[in-house]
């Protein structure tokens, strides 16, 4: 992999400088987000937000613990899956090409794409030579990533996403919230008015006696989409695995939406990130049992397709596979990093999570949002460049549940440790509010006196500050209220306690180290 890691990193200066990817066929945008702290603030004013986020990560989270108890090697499952993994990416050049010599011997043609440009180009040049208008799509976040539905827009061509949430967010002229359910901060009613007032720009309007029963709703879907599946040339596709040994691509899903793109059209066009191999079939059986369980609480998915270059007579006759870089060659080079790249894209590290499940995933301006959002995008973008980006390692507690309950053993906290390590570095030398506080607080315990002269004034400060006490902090300690500006973005977020009267050393004084 070192060349194309050193030719990946040759396009990082340049990409890292360019504004994310837009993220929504119908006009809405990641682009604009502000840093998470600003964003989330807003997030947790929406009280409607917070209340679907909790139900339905409160959901997910019970199904899944109930399945993974069931299986006794669950743990060994971990393992294997990280191992298995860690063994893929130690030898990734050498299991692509293998994967490219199968996918060729089966009938497909592969195209290499080194960034998200490249990657559209080689999509829109497919659709344009096979003069179609419109394409339908299986849920793929390697297309959102690279804003694939915004370069067919402007080449003339309509993306129609064909899974539920996505439909949703598309309909919606929203962006997707959550890896595996996108529109998860989306209710049953809201839902109903989205597809009442939309559907019918859109094509087969929604019934006009509509009810926000989850049946009704998914046969709306199934009405409208119905057409689109029928008429389409060309579908695009991502794929959860891709086996090296074969080249066949697996996508798992619960609604079947994914097996009409796949096998209806004349032309199937998928883009997989290059991390998603696995270099057999047999290997291919650990994630099969680590997938569902973890995803969607389910012992097994209602549909796993799997389809291996072209079949004469059976299915698209013309199969093109775009085994997309986009900045993960980049990770790959990161010691400490790399492990992002086992992720399997199945957001259990999002259910558990206490900060997303409060903020929701667009406060973290990605298609990848959540603790894996908050490695993986920097990552792939790079640090020191955007403000936003630069604020995603902070958006978590470090509480360590995302581990936990990765399948694959990511071990998130100590990642986002090491980026925050990274930010601080590409940000060194810049003059900042903390910069200077951290610059005075150096210079007052450079001396014993000045210390001691500080700690006088603290015990001073205390007897004045404690009158303005407004609130008890837990374990009945006193609290300051809310501070003035710069101390208030503290105070604002955390119990400020009352500085003590009396300082360490002079009670070590006072009473002869304790001893009196």
């Not at 008429?231 to 991502?238: E, I």
């Not at 499940?357 to 973008?381: K, N, Q």
Request: with cysteine.
């Amino acid at each position: 992999m070192s060349e194309l890691a050193r030719e990946s990193s040759t396009r990082r200066s340049a990409r890292s400088a360019e504004p994310a990817p837009r993220a929504s066929a119908r006009g809405a945008t990641f682009l604009g987000t502000p840093p998470f702290p600003t964003a989330a603030k807003a997030a947790l004013a929406d009280t409607q937000l917070r209340r679907n986020l909790a139900h339905a990560t409160g959901t997910i989270r019970g199904k899944r613990a109930a399945v993974v108890a069931e299986v006794d090697n669950w743990e060994e499952l971990r393992l294997a899956g990280a191992a298995l993994k860690d063994r893929t990416l130690r030898h990734l050049d050498t299991y692509l090409t293998q994967l490219e010599t199968a996918l060729t011997k089966a009938g497909a043609t592969v195209h290499w794409a080194g960034d998200a440009a490249e990657a559209n180009r080689i999509v829109v040049d497919i659709a344009r030579a096979h003069d179609t208008d419109e394409v339908v799509k299986v849920k793929s976040m390697a297309t959102v990533e690279i804003g694939l539905n915004e370069a067919l827009a402007d080449a003339g061509i309509t993306a129609w996403e064909t899974d539920l949430a996505e439909l949703i967010v598309q309909l919606g002229d929203d962006l997707p919230s959550h890896i595996l359910v996108p529109a998860i901060h989306r209710n049953r009613s809201e839902v109903r008015e989205i597809f009442l007032r939309e559907m019918g720009r859109a094509g087969k309007p929604a019934p006009a006696d509509l009810t926000d029963e989850p049946a009704r709703l998914a046969a709306a879907a199934r009405e409208h989409l119905r057409e689109k599946f029928l008429r389409a040339k060309v579908a695009v596709s991502g794929a959860n695995f891709a086996v090296a040994e074969t080249g066949t691509l697996a996508v798992v899903e619960s609604e079947g939406n994914g097996r009409m793109c796949l096998t209806l059209p004349e032309v199937l066009i998928s883009v997989v990130g290059i991390e998603k191999l696995v270099p057999t079939w047999e290997d291919l059986d650990v994630f099969l049992q680590l997938l569902p369980r973890s995803s969607t609480g389910e012992r097994m998915n209602p549909y796993t397709s799997m389809w291996t270059g072209v079949t004469p007579g059976d299915g698209p006759q013309e199969v093109h596979v775009v085994l997309l870089d986009n900045g993960r060659t980049d990770v790959l080079a990161d010691e400490v990093g790399r492990q992002a790249l086992r992720c399997i894209r199945c957001s259990a590290c999002l259910n558990v999570c206490p900060v997303y499940e409060r903020t929701g995933g667009h406060s973290y301006g990605s298609v990848y949002p959540g603790p894996i959002g908050a490695i993986l995008t920097p990552m792939l973008r790079g640090v020191g460049h955007d403000e936003q980006v630069d604020s995603l390692p902070y958006a978590s507690s470090l509480c360590g549940a995302c581990f936990e309950v990765c399948p694959v053993r990511i071990d998130i906290p100590e990642v986002l440790v090491h980026l925050r390590s990274q930010v601080v570095d590409a940000h060194r030398g810049r003059p900042s509010l903390q910069g200077a506080a951290m610059k005075a607080a150096s210079w007052m315990f450079g001396r014993s006196a000045r210390t001691a002269a500080a700690e006088k004034l603290s015990g001073l400060g205390s007897r004045v500050l404690d009158r303005t006490v407004r609130r008890r902090a837990p374990g009945g300690r006193r609290a300051l209220g809310s501070l003035p500006w710069p101390v208030s973005a503290w105070s604002d977020a955390r119990d400020t306690p009352v500085p003590p009267p009396e300082s360490f050393r002079a009670w070590w004084s006072r009473t002869d180290g304790g001893r009196r």
